[in-house]
């Protein structure tokens, strides 16, 4: 076989499997619950200074009041990037975030805050330095003690989205911007974990699946 025939045989089979890579991770993966709805299984109590009691209840991972933080750690495997989590949170007593989320974003971490600074602010922190209240993500929602929301995070490599009730919250450009903690403990939520300021919350339904590259 002419040397030329060959290599024209082997270009297509490559092409043939790359295509079938690209087929083959071109949907996200089934969702993966990282909750039971009745133990504490593949979490642990964050290391928060005098933190609230947490406790499982009636399917629900509740956080109690803390002075001020109180919130768990995921101690599996999770992705760091092309990643979607979903979970339900409640505000069940107090007036500030209640189901703050860290997670990782490459080699770096950010929170979504749901509720912070009084109550009804909405956002990343931090960005270039600058936190929730302060920086592009802002926004204002109210939340209603006691009801559930439906919460849902979206990790891609050059953006960050997130919704409250299928209502687009975040949606932010992160290529080259410099992603942190805010300062003090939350940085004991990373890699991937869960906080309330001084509120009692409540986490249900914890999901997460892998995405695409984009």
């Not at 790359?18 to 969702?31: D, F």
């Not at 009636?58 to 995921?74: A, E, H, R, S």
């Not at 990643?83 to 949170?89: A, I, M, S, T, W």
Request: charged share 20%; hydrophobic share 40%; aromatic share 12%.
């Amino acid at each position: 076989m002419p040397a030329n025939e060959v290599s024209a045989r082997l270009c297509l089979l490559l092409l043939l499997l790359t295509g079938g890579v690209v087929k083959a991770q071109s949907k996200p993966t089934e969702w993966k619950s990282l909750f039971d709805g009745k133990t504490l299984q593949g979490w642990r109590e964050t290391l928060y200074t005098d933190r609230g009691e947490v406790r499982v209840q009636n399917g629900t991972i509740v956080l109690g009041t803390g002075k001020p933080l109180t919130g768990v750690n995921w101690t599996g495997v999770f992705p760091h990037n092309n990643y979607e989590v979903r979970f339900e949170g409640a505000r069940l007593e107090g007036n500030d975030f209640f189901a703050a989320l860290t997670f990782p974003v490459g080699d770096s971490f950010c929170t979504w805050v749901t509720g912070g600074w009084g109550g009804d602010i909405v956002g990343l922190s931090s960005i270039d330095g600058w936190d929730a209240s302060d920086n592009e993500t802002r926004s204002y929602f109210t939340f209603e003690k006691g009801r559930w929301y439906a919460l849902r995070l979206r990790v891609g490599d050059r953006r960050i989205m997130a919704w409250i009730d299928d209502v687009q919250v975040i949606d932010v450009n992160v290529e080259g911007r410099a992603l942190s903690l805010y300062f003090g403990e939350t940085r004991l939520s990373a890699p991937f974990g869960f906080g309330s300021y001084r509120t009692t919350g409540g986490l249900r339904g914890i999901e997460y699946r892998l995405l695409p590259a984009h």
